[in-house]
């Protein structure tokens, strides 16, 4: 079976926080890439994020979108490996500090951060699972997070990691 997958309609929301609720001063910019066979597709990039506190856990998350770049259509067929990599740095513009740890959330009905891809005529959503993971319902109790330093303003993306599913 072959599924026409149309980047620029695939939706990424991801829960964010900071870890440390003493750096409310850090933005964060957000890359998202999905990769069909380990060669990437589509990608795209939120920035000036300003996270949840953290002060009171998932609680003070924010759920962020990030956009695609792309709008060319991807045949996907049958037994195709997906990949989606999260990644996050410290903002190049509106960030006034020159650190900061990011937190990803994910794994339960709550923390649903997930990649949302149109196969046909209808949405199917890939929900982020442990073992980098991507699963068809949403990940079971407890919450997992993920944490990364997202160094000096404007450095180099660091990855959260990269999740997969089988198609």
Same mark, same amino acid.
């Given at each position: ?10 939706? %990424? ?11 409310? /001063? ?11 066979? $380990?060669?990437?597709? @589509? ?5 000036? &994020? ?12 924010? =759920? ?9 259509? &991807?045949?996907?067929?049958? +037994?195709? &490996?997906?990949? =989606?990599?999260?990644?996050? %740095? ?18 339960? @009905? ?5 990649? +949302?891809?149109?196969? +046909? ?6 929900? =982020?699972? $442990?073992?980098? =993971?991507?699963?068809?319902?949403? +990940?079971?109790?407890?919450?997992? /997070? ?9 450095? @180099? ?11």
């Amino acid at each position: 079976m072959l599924f026409c997958c149309y980047p620029f309609l695939i939706i %990424r929301k991801v829960w964010i926080s900071l870890k440390d609720p003493t750096d409310l /001063t850090v933005k964060f910019d957000l890359k998202a890439e999905i990769s069909k066979e $380990n060669i990437l597709v @589509s990608s795209g990039q939120l920035t000036s &994020v300003s996270p949840g506190s953290g002060i009171l856990g998932f609680t003070s998350a924010t =759920l962020e979108t990030i956009p695609f770049s792309s709008n060319t259509p &991807v045949t996907i067929p049958q +037994g195709t &490996v997906l990949k =989606l990599t999260l990644s996050v %740095r410290n903002a190049c513009s509106g960030s006034l500090r020159n650190q900061g740890i990011a937190r990803l959330w994910y794994n339960d @009905s709550k923390a649903d951060s997930k990649l +949302g891809v149109i196969l +046909g005529n209808s949405v199917q959503n890939y929900f =982020l699972h $442990n073992n980098f =993971l991507l699963g068809t319902t949403t +990940g079971v109790v407890p919450k997992k /997070t993920i944490d990364i330093q997202s160094g000096a303003r404007c450095s @180099s993306f660091k990855p959260f990691g990269t999740w997969s599913i089988t198609l």
